[in-house]
């Protein structure tokens, strides 16, 4: 199995995902397809022990920035790292794409060339988040900004099989992410959607605010892409600022220095599961392909953790269990 990466995605592009596909390559025997600039990815490969390791270069001529907009990318994207990297998947010369770069240019690219599967109307990110009993699956965390009920419905199946296929929660519990637990509660987008997920066959547990995210009281949480992706950077914020409080109070007395090494192997482990490198990428559900969007801040740890949980996705045969259970739950619009 090849994972094809867009070596130029992400605000540390080249540098992290070529540490990223080096370090998954050396720990597991990874395969992977690096697409971008052969010059700038040369000189990452050149500072690296990459001595018998399964990598391969694929040139690109142009990148995607993070800044650009839809029209730009539209006109250019075949010549792009990103796009090159989606052709290879649709090839079959590599089982998954994956890019910690422009969230709307792999939405694009992977629409254009990998198409979604029959019956999904959008395609959605499906972002890993720790709870207090384990893992939840927020989805959409920033694919679409405009959804219909038809759309959350549907999301809410896709990121069901995500949660069962990478995290074993055989029956996930589904949440809509609104203002209030009461069922009246939100706008006409939230109202409607929660009318048809208490009529259908999944397991829903009603509306649940921003506070309850992270309880355990739902295992996949369903919101459109604005509100997701502002939820998951803001729950990311949050994590980062309590990690550096502490670290201060902590340092400001001699008692709480040596509170803190006496302390220091659980610290690990709570910032290891609040991390998200920890978590990698977000699949794209829905398209015809198997396809992770990452951080743009990505770090080469995350990058490989990506790669990890692409191999693990491919394996379980990932997007045909989703075109199974799209299939064997039709949604009208």
Known sequence: MRIAIDAMGGDFAPGSPVQGAVAAARESGSQVLLVGCRAAIGRELARLDVAGLDIEVVDAPEAVGMDEGGTTIARRQRLTSIRLAVDAVARGDAAAVLTAGHT??????????????PGVERSALAAALPTLTGMAVLVDAGANVRCRPTHLVQFAVMASVYATVAFDIARPRIGLLSIGEEEGKGNDLTRETHQRLKAGA??????????????????????????????????????????????????????????????????????RRMDPSEYGAAPLVGVAGLALVGHGRSSPRAVQTAIRLAERLDEANFVTLLAREIAGAPVSS
């Open 104 to 117: 709307g240019a792999a939405v694009m690219t992977t629409h254009s060339a990998l198409g979604l599967l």
């Open 202 to 271: 999944l397991p829903f547990v009603g509306n649940i605010e921003a506070h309850d995210i992270f309880s355990g009281r739902a295992d996949v949480i369903v919101c459109e892409g604005f509100t997701g992706n502002i939820a998951l950077k803001v729950s990311e914020g949050l994590a980062e600022a309590a990690r550096t409080l502490l670290d201060r109070e902590l340092a400001q007395s001699t008692a709480g220095r040596v509170g803190a090494a006496l302390s220091r192997p659980a610290f690990d482990r709570l910032w």
